[in-house]
């Protein structure tokens, strides 16, 4: 099998990632809930991660980066511990679900929402942020970088337009956190929201949130923590403020590997890397009759996804047609990103995504773009 879907989880993971969670399995107890040998060995693994992710981030307090499952989980956190019914947000037409359900759910309880839109080629138009702002405008809400077409947003032109109007800006870093370069200390970034089982090539159960000191995030969970027991209310210190129940300690202990074999190699080098073999795919596919390719190539960055539609072939037929006669793993549909879909035209359709991680060749980039090919050719017969 040719592996091409790691926008949706990377795959394989790295050396050390399986064996570390292994030997936290074997001899972890859990973490903050006792003093002995072996919930100590848990505790040091977890702030040890934390004071990593910290430093990966920009974000200056080791204690501001907050455990959970996923990236949805922190997203979910970020979102309804900052706005409230009386708020208004902005945000795009990019975003994930797991941005938009949130904000719609608090846009019923009252909350206003406003998006930034993409037009038919994917391409947001900044010259209107200006017109989405209201007197009680709080947080823009946004994607790094397109899980449907790779394009990266410009963070450096949104945390202007935040700064400048003392807005909040939480980054969904789902499909860029491990391989591109964010630092929220320098950047202007108020939460980085991310998980550990894409670029970051850890273990899936894995994700969290970076928090700038001075915003104060509304827990969404209350329960035990270790600490503080007999508090009726979540406790206020951080991290525990928002870390209720146990923490995934093996699958830390595998983010942590992870983050050891990223330090080695490179991130600039893993990212060169995957970029490059989408940029060979796109240049081998972009001028095939009857495919049509989504997305901005014009930019010199992007994250390694392309994503593309044969004539008029529902994109599960196509994506089918590439497991099952290619040995090809793509993702089809509709990428849990309706607004963009919406805006391509796709809506219906679909699209197939073609995403590279670091253990992805040449040779089996150069065999996609000529299934492809060979697809396109018969669709046109």
Not at 256 to 282: I, K, M, N, P, Q
Request: proline fraction near 5%.
């Amino acid at each position: 099998m040719i592996y091409l879907d790691n926008a949706a989880t990377t795959r394989p993971k790295p050396p050390g990632v399986a064996e570390a969670m292994a030997e936290a399995m074997a001899s972890y107890g859990n973490c903050g809930r006792g003093a002995h040998g072996d919930a100590l060995s848990a505790a040091r693994t977890v702030y040890g991660v934390r004071q990593r992710l910290a430093e990966w981030f920009g974000c200056p307090r080791a204690d501001h980066v907050a455990f959970t499952p996923n990236s949805t989980a922190a997203l979910n956190i970020a979102i309804a511990g900052l706005l409230g019914p009386g708020d208004h947000a902005i945000s795009t037409d990019w975003e994930h679900n797991s941005v938009l359900r949130p904000l719609y759910r608090l846009r019923e309880q009252g909350m206003g929402l406003d998006f930034l839109p993409a037009d038919s080629r994917g391409r947001l138009d900044y010259g209107k942020l200006e017109g989405l702002l209201r007197s009680n405008t709080k947080a823009v809400v946004c994607t790094h970088a397109s899980n449907l077409t790779g394009d990266l947003v410009d963070l450096d032109r949104m945390a202007a337009f935040a700064r400048r109007h003392g807005l909040l800006l939480i980054l969904d870093a789902s499909q860029t956190a491990g391989t591109f370069p964010i630092d929220m200390a320098a950047q202007g970034v108020d939460v980085v929201c991310f998980t550990g089982h894409k670029s970051l090539l850890g273990p899936q159960g894995t994700g969290g949130l970076c928090v700038r000191e001075g915003v104060d995030v509304r827990p969404l969970l209350a329960g035990g923590t270790g600490v503080q027991s007999f508090l009726e209310r979540q406790p206020e210190e951080w991290p525990t403020r928002l870390e209720a129940g146990t923490l995934n300690s093996h699958g830390i202990a595998g983010l942590g590997a992870a983050l050891d074999y990223l330090e080695r190699t490179g991130r600039e080098t893993v990212r060169s890397h995957e970029c490059g073999l989408a940029r060979r795919f796109y240049e081998a596919v972009r001028e095939v009759p009857g495919v049509t390719v989504y997305g901005d190539f014009s930019t010199p960055e992007r994250a390694p996804i392309v994503t593309l539609n044969i004539g008029e072939m529902d994109s599960s037929e196509v994506s089918d047609e590439l497991a099952e006669r290619f040995q090809i793993a793509t993702r089809p549909g509709a990428h849990c990103a309706p607004r963009l879909h919406r805006a391509l035209g796709t809506a219906e359709q679909g699209a197939v995504r073609f995403s590279w991680g670091w253990a992805n060749t040449a040779e089996e980039t150069d065999a996609a773009a000529e299934a492809v090919r060979v697809l396109a050719a018969e669709a046109r017969l």
